[in-house]
């Protein structure tokens, strides 16, 4: 599966478009949406919106293969874009160790979707940014029903 358009708007709408180097809410240098800069990249001009719009796709691409390489279970584009966005915004290594994983592997969707609901918080504090990002991955996840399930139902 590919992030769909809505998935990216997600990530758009989160992290929001800035043209000059950042630290984000780890202290991370960061650029244009969510773009964690790598040691042999340097932006002393800042980015344009065009250019930023490119490493979305990028580094997007990346974490949805991440999604792909770590669910072993059927996903509707609802909750395949919800992880996406999920695993762009925490990491692979997050999603890989979560107790989110662990039950959407077992193929508990509803234990897995209410998972994403924990992980509003930078340390001890709850940001109203994750909470708000992570409301949003809940609802997108609950647009929709595994294609198996729905299968299942109907028979």
């Known amino acids: 599966m590919e992030i769909s358009a809505s998935g990216l708007q997600l990530i758009r709408r989160f992290e929001g478009f800035r043209g000059s180097t950042y ?21 002393p001009d800042g980015i344009s919106e ?19 390489r770590l669910v072993k279970v059927p996903l509707t584009q609802g909750q395949f874009d919800a992880l996406a966005d999920f695993c762009f915004n925490v ?6 160790a979560s107790t989110l994983l662990r039950d959407l592997n077992a193929g508990e969707y509803a234990a897995a979707r209410r998972q994403l609901l924990r992980w509003d918080h930078a340390g001890d504090a709850v940001l109203p940014g994750l909470k708000a990002r992570r409301q949003a991955e809940f609802d997108l996840w609950s647009s929709a029903v595994p294609q198996f399930a729905a299968q299942e139902l109907s028979a």
Request: net charge neutral; proline share 2%; glycine share 8%.
């Open 91 to 96: 990491g692979s290594a997050r999603l890989a």
């Open 50 to 68: 065009a250019r930023a719009r490119e490493l979305l796709t990028a580094d997007a691409a990346i974490a949805a293969r991440a999604v792909e």
């Open 23 to 43: 630290l984000d809410a780890c202290g991370i240098p960061t650029i244009g949406y969510g773009h964690k800069i790598l040691r042999d990249e340097s932006f």
